[in-house]
């Protein structure tokens, strides 16, 4: 019997579902969406912060429980936690799904160009706002 999947929004370098895919993990039913509220901020990675203006752009996929354990178990991701996130789908609706994010956001002189050059294009593939 296979796991049940979690719906998760993903807004970093995990919203690649080739990425996600070369980790071993099988992300199902892809959808285009963004969450209202909140603000892409990058630092050494990317993290949302709440900004009443703003709008974060994603992916919401279901991935299993042991799925997002094994991505945020991993080495650089351990400060991540879960919150829920309502995100409005691009194809309309609106879903709840589990959001991963650092609980303090990275200091204004903290940056990683590589990371966010990688992530701009993601951006730019997925037809997302840069």
Same mark, same amino acid.
């Given at each position: 019997?296979?796991?049940?999947?979690?719906?998760?929004?993903?807004?970093?370098?995990?919203?690649?579902?080739?990425?996600?895919?070369?980790?071993?993990?099988?992300?199902?039913?892809?959808?285009?969406?963004?969450?209202?509220?909140?603000?892409?901020?990058?630092?050494?990675? @990317?993290?949302?912060?709440?900004?009443? /203006? $703003?709008? #974060?752009?994603?992916?919401?996929?279901?991935?299993?429980?042991?799925? +997002? *354990?094994?991505?945020?178990?991993?080495?650089?991701?351990?400060?991540?936690?879960?919150?829920?996130?309502?995100?409005?789908?691009?194809?309309?609706?609106?879903?709840? @799904?589990?959001?991963?994010?650092?609980? /303090? $956001?990275? #200091?204004?002189?903290?940056?990683?160009?590589?990371?966010?050059?990688? +992530? *701009?294009?993601?951006?730019?593939?997925?037809?997302?706002?840069?």
């Amino acid at each position: 019997m296979s796991e049940r999947g979690i719906d998760a929004f993903f807004y970093g370098l995990f919203m690649d579902q080739t990425l996600l895919k070369s980790l071993g993990i099988k992300p199902q039913y892809p959808r285009a969406g963004s969450v209202p509220g909140h603000a892409l901020r990058i630092g050494q990675r @990317a993290t949302l912060v709440a900004d009443s /203006q $703003a709008r #974060a752009y994603g992916m919401v996929m279901a991935l299993t429980q042991d799925e +997002l *354990r094994q991505l945020y178990g991993a080495p650089g991701l351990l400060d991540y936690q879960p919150e829920t996130v309502s995100v409005e789908l691009t194809d309309g609706g609106t879903v709840a @799904a589990l959001c991963y994010t650092l609980h /303090q $956001a990275p #200091a204004p002189e903290e940056a990683n160009p590589d990371y966010a050059r990688r +992530l *701009r294009e993601v951006f730019r593939q997925l037809g997302f706002p840069t």
